[in-house]
């Protein structure tokens, strides 16, 4: 089973959608967990941390479920600009490292 | 006022040739990693140093080797290079090994 595992889509929504990833990780012990964007031709940048009760930033949801070991990105009245593969990030079992995802893809349609 | 840059940003060169890149992080980061992301788009660490100490040495071929002069930098020399490692690198810190990583631009590497 690999450490961190993603939908690699894609997904295809129209504008105003509400769209859901899920990633699961394989190590219970993980600590840390992230949910990054990149752009095409672009470096992955931090979109959010994810934190044990859940966080919002704005239009964005993060959730974690130890007992599932799964993380969840919400994504609420999708914008063209939020077309991107987002990345699921957990701190491996040696706590020494983040491994990513493969990543989800993304294209948001008017 | 850049928060991790890499230089250079496009390289091309021949099979067999030695080449460096290199990378500088202003944010005071104690961790600064080296990964490779190939035409797959999958992304892979290959080294990892906190506080100038190798941390993370993924399985890549000894062709590659980091150097870590000093806490802000993180160099990255690949010998007689080979067409697989035709790849975009990308260099990232952060405070601490579990903490979260911000991204150099990337070098985007064609051997031919």
């Known amino acids: 089973r690999k450490e961190v595992e993603q939908d690699p889509g894609p997904f295809n929504v129209p504008e105003g959608a509400t769209v859901a990833f899920n990633c699961t990780y394989s190590n219970s012990a993980s600590q840390s967990f992230f949910w990054y964007r990149q752009d095409c031709r672009k470096e992955p940048k931090l979109l959010m941390s994810v934190y044990s009760s859940g966080n919002e930033d704005g239009r964005f949801t993060a959730q974690l479920n130890r007992a599932s070991q799964y993380i969840s990105l919400l994504i609420r009245d999708s914008k063209l600009s939020d077309s991107a593969t987002y990345l699921c990030?957990?701190?491996?079992?040696?706590?020494?490292?983040?491994?990513f995802g493969a990543g989800t893809r993304l294209t948001v349609k008017p | 006022d850049t928060a991790v840059s890499q230089t250079p940003k496009y390289l091309v060169t021949q099979m067999g040739n030695d080449k460096s890149i290199k990378c500088e992080q202003n944010l005071g980061h104690d961790t600064m990693y080296w990964y490779k992301q190939d035409s797959k788009k999958f992304l892979k660490i290959m080294f990892s140093?906190?506080?100038?100490?190798?941390?993370i040495n993924e399985t890549v071929p000894n062709r590659f080797s980091p150097k870590s002069p000093d806490k802000a930098h993180l160099n990255l020399h690949i010998n007689s290079l080979e067409l697989g490692d035709s790849a975009v690198y990308f260099c990232?810190?952060?405070?601490?090994?579990?903490?979260?990583?911000?991204f150099g631009p990337g070098t985007r590497l064609t051997v031919t």
């Open positions: 990232a810190s952060s405070q601490s090994p579990s903490s979260e990583q911000y």
């Open positions: 140093y906190n506080n100038k100490e190798l941390i």
């Open positions: 990030v957990v701190n491996s079992r040696n706590n020494n490292d983040m491994r």
